[in-house]
């Protein structure tokens, strides 16, 4: 699977893996620790280790699926002929209203700082739109209506 990361992402994704994989040799300690003990039916501790060492390891996974799939974008690289990944976009409502948003994937998306996600509904109403389009995006209360002002690419750091 292939997705598209800043370099930050990446070593943010990196970062996580350690953590993920220490935190998976701790847990493993304490799990075998838990069965030292007797009988682990009735052993509240036990089988909360069991269960986050299986979320630990289904993240795990995805992580270096990530990883192992990612490219890398890089600012001079992106194409900004139409909405997509790597790119900010400005975009108009029906009232008027101006939003500037930088297209991420799901890993570095942050709306707090107007990162929004690749398969975020906003996006997928504005994707592969040219400067000059009226998209209609469908969101949990309807439908609106953008007008796709700006194609510049995004600061990706």
Do not use: W
Not at 19 to 30: A, F, G, I, P, S
Not at 34 to 55: M, Q, V
């Amino acid at each position: 699977m292939k997705i598209y990361l800043t370099q930050k992402g990446r070593d943010k994704l990196i970062e996580e893996l350690e953590m993920l994989k220490k935190r998976k040799e701790t847990l493993k300690e304490e799990i075998a620790k838990a069965r030292e003990f007797g009988d682990i039916r009735e052993n509240a501790e036990y089988h909360a280790s069991k269960e986050t060492l299986s979320n630990i390891i289904n993240r795990l996974d995805v992580v270096e699926n990530k990883i192992r799939g990612a490219e890398i974008l890089e600012s001079k690289n992106v194409d900004i002929s139409a909405v997509h990944i790597g790119v900010n976009v400005t975009i108009q409502d029906e009232n008027n209203n101006t939003y500037k948003y930088t297209i991420v994937d799901s890993e570095e998306a942050d709306p707090t700082i107007n990162k929004i996600s690749i398969d975020s509904p906003l996006t997928n109403g504005l994707l592969d739109h040219k400067i000059g389009d009226i998209c209609t995006v469908i969101v949990p209360i309807g439908t609106i209506k953008f007008k796709i002002l700006k194609i510049e690419p995004a600061t990706l750091n």
